[in-house]
């Protein structure tokens, strides 16, 4: 678990005057990582990392041969098409080009001219998925969200017995993860409508959203080699907002007994910005559990995961629908809440997931599962904010929604902030649903 250390003191003034901005996403001491080239140009995608409203082109750092050392080595290992050579290099790595960036982009650093040279605006920058994603597990953490649901498709038996003890996911599909920005088709497929004996097959008509976390796997582990939990965050890279949008007609025809399948793998947008655990250090929290609930196993259970191991993460859903759009409207909020609510963490994730000797990979991502809150405001899915489409959600300007309509953005925000820390932000995830084909 990476502790405090100089790159976090909130005093720390960056060169680059927007990153010294109240409520900038990215000041100096956040310094998330993505993958990016100038809008419409030829040239390749490379490592950046943010700072202010520019990005700090890794190439172009890797190049100019500023950086001396392990921080020199991860720069041109961040200077792929895709981050997972810098994730395969491990902590020591990421926590070196951390310290040395730190210290390049500080008011006063004598390495000011040659960086200086190195930023692209974020405007006219595009991005990319961040990693190769070999495989993508989606966890089921929130055990709101879980009640929640399960209060729907299963009125009698809504938490099932083993969601205290065993952290629940899936293997969802990586091929359909997108970047931020990125609009889709509404899936089409097979559902059995209300009272019908026999099911039909066409557009989704209840079209979701679920706000989550990404988690990037960094260095991977050995097939047949459990990773202990004390060991666990070493192997995460770090976080970013991602989207699993669910065809919820679909997943109650289908999800029955193996689990959701093309009801989720149609799309899952991510946001564009990584952001290193050792970024988020000030905002660890501690593990609990409610009073009567099991203690974890010891296999999942640790000192520093009790002490420290949630995130307080502040998480926010937009929704701009079209009419709002054409008035030149924000977006309205739909939901607020926090990472710390999860009833698994990270560190319990990733080493359950290797429990049976499973082989995780660099550029890997594990899905935290629908973040609810434990207030249905605090609900990460329009199945829950609308009790399953029975209450519309009521936006500006008069317009509801029970599901997503074509047309409709939903964009996903995540922040993290007190005193005597520095803002972390993660950017924006957004995505658009087009008219089924
Ligand atoms: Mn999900």
Redesign the pocket.
Known sequence: MTLLNETHDARLRSWVASANAAGCDFPLQNLPFAVFRRRGASEAFRGGVAIGDQILDLAAVAASGVLQGPAAAAAQAGAQDKLNALMALGQGAWSALRLALSRALREGSALQAPLQACLVPQPQAEYDVPARIGDYT?F?TSVHHATNIGKQFRPDNPLLPNYKWVPIGYHGRASSIVVSGQSFHRPQGQTLPPGAQAPVVGPCKRLDI?L?LGIFVGEGNALGQPVPIAQAEQHVFGICLLN?W?ARDIQGWEYQPLGPFLS?NFATTVSPWVVTLEALAPYRVAFTRPEGDPAPLPYLDSDANRERGAFDIQLQVGLRTPAMAAAGQADATLCRTSYRHAYWTVAQMLTHHTINGCNLQPGDLL?S??LSGPTLDQAGALIELTSGGKNPVQLPGGEQRVFLEDGDTVVLRGWCEKPGAARVGFGECWGTVLPAL
């Open positions: 989606d089921y679920e989550e699993d669910s989720k899905g599962g629908t």
